[in-house]
């Protein structure tokens, strides 16, 4: 029992690291490969192609051996949302590209307003008045960021803005639809509806996104910085960092689904916590070494009023349970084993009793 949960303990660790490592190495190899001072590989859309290509030949490879299932998803739910996604994903890559990595961070910080001023307009949600300052403080962070940076610039921003805002779209678009907020947003919402594993479902969807954005992507990139890829010269050290960067993406995918149901709400947002510090700090070391004073407070402004946004949410999570009484809607496993092993013995007075009763 005991080298089990040691077993148990170092498979935590291990998926803990590598979700990190993986998050964070992606984003400094993206940003080593698509800067000017690095090797100037400009595609931003294609380079997020070539990411869901590896991760649907991946998804396929497991699905031949055994190690996942395919299962059945209506085409047009897997459409829209690989529309939704591409638009995130695509929008985060060409933020990092255009901006620094201090912006690029702090500025994905600013889905938490966005998000609870969406719901407060479509849903009359309430909030505590510790989420209300968190919020603030969130604002008043990014906004600092926004202000000082030197390299925020038209398109960056407005990359930026997209991204934020259809990330933002995905929580609301699940919550309109199904009266739920999930941290795993649209695929979160797609699992519990269909059944079907994280993995699973990213294996049905990366084709899609794929062929969507390997086709696109080139025009896409054209008109943002006037290049094709095509023209492009090639390098050992770039085809080196694409490679790392696709390996990086699927690691990321694989550590994301190996991380769900293993660590709880509370356990997901210190992982998440830790990666923007590591993120900031990296992106601080290896590329903007331009930051200023100011600059650097606008951050550890919003990354406090992150933490503090967290605490706030689940302490009133934790404070409406307690005012709500919880109701019952499912039998746990081992009531279910319990409940067939005493039905057979069971009269049959008692147990209409004991139902009328539950």
Partial sequence: MESENKKSAVSDVGAWAMNVISSVGIIMANKQLMSANGYAFSFATTLTGFHFAVTALVGLVSNATGLSVSKHVPMWELFWFSIVANVSITGMNLSLMLNSVGFYQISKLSMIPVVCLMEWIIHSKQYSKEVKLSVLVVVIGVGVCTVTDV??????????????????????????????????????????????????????????????????????????????????????????????????????????????????????QVLGHM???????????????ELTFKNIMGMVIAVVGMVVYSWAVEAEKISNSKTVPHTKNSLTEEEIRLLKEGVESMPLKDLELSVSKG
């Fill in 151 to 268: 390299k925020v610039n038209a398109k960056g921003f407005i990359c930026a803005s997209l991204a934020v805002l259809s990330t933002s779209l995905q929580q609301i678009g699940m919550i309109l639809r199904y009266g739920m907020y999930s941290n795993q947003h649209t695929i979160g919402s797609l699992q519990k509806k269909y059944s079907i594993g994280s993995f699973e479902l990213l294996s049905r969807t990366a084709p899609i996104q794929a062929l969507s954005l390997l086709i696109l992507g080139p025009f896409i990139d054209y008109y943002l910085n006037g290049k094709f890829i095509t023209n492009y010269k090639i390098s050992s050290g770039s085809i080196l960092f694409i490679s790392l960067s696709c390996s990086l993406a699927v690691f990321c995918n694989v550590s994301q689904y190996l991380c769900i149901g293993r660590f709880s709400a509370t356990s997901f």
């Fill in 275 to 289: 990666k923007t510090i590591c993120v900031l700090t990296l992106g601080w070391l290896l590329f903007d070494s």
